[in-house]
Each structure stands twice: as structure tokens, then as C-alpha cells.
């Protein structure tokens, strides 16, 4: 119950296209949905987070959708450039916890 | 940008060796956090330290591990006696709300032999 599933696994696209990253979750504790971003060698980066009373949530280029009903949140990146490169993970955390719970990770790579 | 700092990058020890992994966290930051991700896996949570006492441990955290606040800018991580399964990149973390915007460190590659 504690587990965030996402996929896929790895990512390949085009320069200019939409990168889609999905995750869902049991825990109905969670209130908090981040997402990082991670560069070979370097720690997660937070990129963008939201919480449940919200459906979509829009920095930039990339885009939280979040659907509560069905327990599930995906990554949108519009656009998508070669600089994007790199392994996306989403995240959870309880109400009133300290913890997050990642997701396995994709792997983007957007082709030039 | 502020940024939290760990030393070393890379450590190397014997199997059954202490080590001792440090950090410092961003200087207004509260929280402080001890993550870990084994090579290709998904980062996972081993502890949460706020006003100078655990907050939170995951089953991971067991009696071989420990933190300290030693002063006030450091935040470190010791491992007692390492095993080859301790071989991992692990990462500090700090944010000024318990588990919001968490800021990471760049880690320290431990690879137990």
C-alpha cells in the first residue's frame, strides 16, 4: 500500500514532442504528489509538485495531471528538448509524514 | 542558489568497516533527511531528523545505522559495520517544511568490498 508504481520504464521521443510519465498509488494518506528530475550523477531535483485538490497544475513546459478518483498522476512535458534528458521520478508523501515514496524511475531521452 | 553539500563524492571501505557520510544541509532548513538508491533503483527513504532527534526511520534504518546533528551546520550518516549491501549512492536532504521541497544533495557513492 505504501508503493508508487510508475511507468514506463524508459522513454524515448522525438525533439518537440510530449513526454508522458504516469504513476498511480493505493495510500489514500497521500497528500503530496512531486515529481524530480535526476541527472546522471546528481541528486533528484524537484520539478514540479501538487496536491489532491487540485487537478492539473502547469510550470512551463511540464504539466501535473492528477486524478484523484482514480489514483493516479502523470508528468506532461510539452516540447520536449535533448536538455530534458534524464530519469524522472514522482514521489508520495503521508499527511502529516516526513517521508517520500518514489516511484521506479524512466529513463527520458529526447532525441535531437 | 543555496545548496546542500555532502562529502565525500566517493567512498570506498571494507565490508564490516564504520563509515561516517556528512552533509551539510541549507542553512535555514529544519528537516533533515537521509536517503538512499542502490545502482538502476528507485531512491528510498531510510530516516527524517528534525529538532535533534529522529522524526522518522524506515525499515531500512536498522541498529547499524545512526545520525547526528555534531554542530550546527553538519548532518551526518553512520553506517556501524558496512555490508556488500550497503553499496549504494546515498543522499542527504533538507527542507524548511517536514516533507515539502525537499532540496538534495549531490551523494555520496559508497561501495563496500
Same mark, same amino acid.
Given at each position: #500500500? *505504501?508503493?508508487?508504481?510508475?511507468? $514506463?520504464?524508459? =522513454? %524515448?521521443?522525438?525533439?518537440?514532442?510530449? @513526454?508522458?510519465?504516469?504513476?498511480?498509488?493505493?495510500?489514500?494518506?497521500?497528500?503530496?504528489?512531486?515529481?524530480? #528530475? *535526476?541527472?546522471?550523477?546528481?541528486? $533528484?531535483?524537484? =520539478? %514540479?509538485?501538487?496536491?489532491?485538490?487540485? @487537478?492539473?497544475?502547469?510550470?512551463?513546459?511540464?504539466?501535473?495531471?492528477?486524478?484523484?478518483?482514480?489514483?493516479?498522476?502523470?508528468?506532461?512535458?510539452?516540447?520536449?528538448?535533448?536538455?530534458?534528458?534524464?530519469?524522472?521520478?514522482?514521489?508520495?508523501?503521508?499527511?502529516?509524514?516526513?517521508?517520500?515514496?518514489?516511484?521506479?524511475?524512466?529513463?527520458?531521452?529526447?532525441?535531437? | 542558489?543555496?545548496?546542500?553539500?555532502?562529502?565525500?563524492?566517493?567512498?570506498?571501505?571494507?565490508?564490516?568497516?564504520?563509515?561516517?557520510?556528512?552533509?551539510?544541509?541549507?542553512?535555514?532548513?529544519?528537516?533533515?533527511?537521509?536517503?538512499?538508491?542502490?545502482?538502476?533503483?528507485?531512491?528510498?527513504?531510510?530516516?527524517?531528523?528534525?529538532?535533534?532527534?529522529?522524526?522518522?526511520?524506515?525499515?531500512?534504518?536498522?541498529?547499524?545505522?545512526?545520525?547526528?546533528?555534531?554542530?550546527?551546520?553538519?548532518?551526518?550518516?553512520?553506517?556501524?559495520?558496512?555490508?556488500?549491501?550497503?553499496?549504494?549512492?546515498?543522499?542527504?536532504?533538507?527542507?524548511?517544511?517536514?516533507?515539502?521541497?525537499?532540496?538534495?544533495?549531490?551523494?555520496?557513492?559508497?561501495?563496500?568490498?
Amino acid at each position: #500500500q *505504501q508503493q508508487v508504481k510508475q511507468s $514506463p520504464q524508459s =522513454l %524515448i521521443v522525438q525533439k518537440g514532442g510530449i @513526454s508522458i510519465i504516469n504513476c498511480a498509488y493505493e495510500n489514500t494518506a497521500f497528500d503530496y504528489f512531486p515529481w524530480y #528530475q *535526476q541527472f546522471p550523477g546528481k541528486g $533528484p531535483a524537484l =520539478l %514540479i509538485a501538487i496536491r489532491p485538490d487540485v @487537478s492539473e497544475k502547469k510550470e512551463g513546459r511540464f504539466t501535473i495531471s492528477f486524478n484523484k478518483s482514480a489514483k493516479q498522476f502523470s508528468l506532461h512535458i510539452m516540447d520536449s528538448q535533448p536538455g530534458d534528458s534524464a530519469t524522472y521520478f514522482c514521489a508520495a508523501r503521508e499527511t502529516s509524514g516526513s517521508r517520500l515514496t518514489f516511484g521506479e524511475g524512466t529513463q527520458l531521452t529526447v532525441n535531437p | 542558489e543555496p545548496e546542500v553539500t555532502q562529502t565525500p563524492s566517493h567512498q570506498v571501505t571494507q565490508m564490516g568497516q564504520e563509515v561516517i557520510l556528512r552533509c551539510v544541509p541549507i542553512s535555514n532548513h529544519l528537516y533533515f533527511y537521509w536517503y538512499r538508491q542502490i545502482l538502476g533503483q528507485k531512491v528510498e527513504f531510510l530516516v527524517s531528523f528534525y529538532n535533534n532527534e529522529i522524526s522518522e526511520k524506515s525499515e531500512i534504518f536498522d541498529d547499524q545505522f545512526s545520525v547526528e546533528r555534531p554542530d550546527g551546520s553538519n548532518f551526518t550518516l553512520k553506517i556501524r559495520s558496512t555490508k556488500l549491501e550497503d553499496s549504494a549512492m546515498y543522499f542527504c536532504a533538507s527542507s524548511d517544511r517536514q516533507g515539502y521541497g525537499y532540496t538534495f544533495g549531490s551523494g555520496t557513492r559508497l561501495t563496500v568490498v
